[in-house]
């Protein structure tokens, strides 16, 4: 018959104060690195939210150039973002987008009967500055 020593076990009573303080330092390490990526997801779904928006508003015109096609063959709605023709659809877009500087561009290549809008505006959640544009071609 085998004799297994007798452990005191009187001496082991709870969870030692260092034991606490790294379980307690590696709960909050895991709560911070929840938080970041949360974040970077919030700023993600609000860029991909301003984008869809683009989408819309960039169709939404080029629907404004086929409805009224014989105007738009003859290269009339080629303008600038700061034209007049343009001020309500640019103030929606920046309501939209929410940024002040967001621009839209319509060119009219002739030769190939094609509109190119560009709509341009800046995101500051992609990087510090970040420029973002989108560019769509339209046949009349």
């Not at 076990?9 to 590696?26: H, T």
């Not at 015109?61 to 700061?82: F, I, K, P, Q």
């Amino acid at each position: 018959m085998t004799k297994f020593p007798i452990v005191n076990l009187a001496r082991q009573r709870g969870v030692s104060l260092l034991e606490v303080m790294i379980a307690v330092l590696v709960l909050g390490i895991g709560l911070l690195g929840v938080a970041g990526v949360q974040t970077a997801s919030l700023r993600n779904v609000q860029s991909s939210y301003e984008r869809s928006q683009a989408v819309i508003l960039m169709d939404m015109l080029a629907e404004t150039l086929r409805a009224d096609a014989r105007n738009a063959r003859l290269g009339n709605y080629s303008v600038a973002c700061d034209h007049e023709a343009l001020k309500a659809w640019t103030a929606m877009v920046r309501n939209a987008l929410n940024n002040t500087e967001a621009c839209v561009d319509i060119d009219w290549d002739a030769a190939q009967s094609v509109y190119t809008l560009t709509l341009s505006w800046t995101d500051g959640r992609i990087a510090i500055g970040g420029a973002s544009s989108l560019s769509l071609q339209v046949a009349p």
